[in-house]
């Protein structure tokens, strides 16, 4: 797949999702790089704000077998995974498979539950496969986990380990509308004349592989490399960081640049695409000093002065 189809592509989603979700169009740019990159994606922002639209939404549109595990205190790890059961006629255990064998999964308030439950998801996560009484199952593919969590202030919420949020490529917000979309969307409503939206399908499982392998075809210059690197090693260097970024982070960098590159029409990366995901993939990988955890969006201040400092790649 040639990457002006790709791009083609990323407009057709585009243009079909205004029918449900107003603006929004950089989330949705960034959460389609992700996907193409393979990587999952964790929303923190309050309820209400559309991230479960946005998650059923794009699965729609894309063609992917989409289920939702809404996470509670009492959720269990085999809740998700699904458990062997005893068939009384045929007299053995079957496997009663969970709602992680999908190819689009939303983990709603993913921090509702306990470390153990979010456990469940790891091996998922990171090797495509869950292991059950000493059976290994692959998923399907693509297999890609849209998690939700609520901002640790809320009551009954747990914070996610580290290894855990190391697993998502990227964290983002969805943020509150603006006042001319909130009321854009009363309209649609108005128009509608009812909840549910009815989404066209733009691109199926096979095409969706597809442009993943592409992918791989995209140039990234040794430079840009090099460029990549330098930020990584600034989160590790820097006095307001206690822990930085694990190589995991470089290597979301890398294959996300290359795929938002790809979306954009390119069969190149420029310094541009490294720079809009740095915040968005580092974010969740860096431990603050604690006299900055007070400080509202002191992360992102951080990897802002971090990125400033670094002199970008001039083109050839």
Known sequence: MDFKRISEAKDEILNELTKAIVGKKDTIEMLLATF???GHVLFEDFPGLGKTLIARSLA???GLEFKR?????????QDITGTFVYD???KEFVFRAGPIFTQILLADEINRASARTQSALLEAMQENQVTIEGQTMPLKKPFIV???QNPIEYEGTFPLPEAELDRFAIKISVNYPTFEEEQRILQLRRERKQDEVFLKKILNEEEFLKMQKAIE???IDESIEKYIVSIIFATRQDSSI????SPRGSLMLYKIARAYAAI???DYVIPDDVKKFVIPVLSHRIMLDPSLWLRKDASIDVLNRLTKNIAAPIGK
């Open 88 to 90: 009384k006629d045929k």
């Open 69 to 77: 595990i809404q996470f509670t205190p009492d959720l269990l790890p």
């Open 217 to 219: 075809d995209v140039y």
């Open 60 to 62: 729609s549109v894309l």
């Open 36 to 38: 193409l990159a393979g």
């Open 146 to 148: 849209i998690a939700t």
């Open 264 to 266: 954009c029409g390119r």
């Open 242 to 245: 206690t822990v930085g970024s």
